[in-house]
Nanobody, 115 residues
Framework: QVHLVESGGGLVQAGGSLRLSCTAS????????MAWYRQTPGKEREFVAG???????NYADSVKGRFTISRDMRKNMVFLQMNNLKPEDTAVYYC?????????WGQGTQVTVSS
């Protein structure tokens, strides 16, 4: 069973920055892809950014140019550097990892951006 643990969320003013981290454990196979999603009350979980094991990254249009996803393949970690945060970025952020064609989710970390 793959276990994902996120950290780095918190409260920040608009225009500020946060860096989220996620560590995958419990697998002998490195995740093929790792990604960040976010969710606000009453809305569906939405894709934010993803990174493959080959280094390909992609982003939701709403965060392009402000967020950067990166991975530490050796440590099975993924990071999300979030700059120029906006109040609409407020959400619970979830880490997702695809391991051997199975998806696993973390418990989420709250990000709150005040105006």
């Amino acid at each position: 069973q793959v276990h994902l643990v996120e950290s780095g969320g918190g409260l920040v003013q608009a225009g500020g920055s946060l860096r989220l981290s996620c560590t995958a454990s419990g697998t002998a196979f490195g995740p093929r892809t790792m990604a960040w999603y976010r969710q606000t009350p009453g809305k569906e979980r939405e894709f934010v950014a993803g990174a493959s094991s080959s280094g390909v990254t992609n982003y939701a249009d709403s965060v392009k140019g402000r967020f950067t996803i990166s991975r530490d393949m050796r440590k099975n970690m993924v990071f999300l550097q979030m700059n120029n945060l906006k109040p609409e970025d407020t959400a619970v952020y979830y880490c997702k990892a695809n391991v051997v064609q199975t998806s696993f989710w973390g418990q989420g970390t709250q990000v709150t951006v005040s105006s």
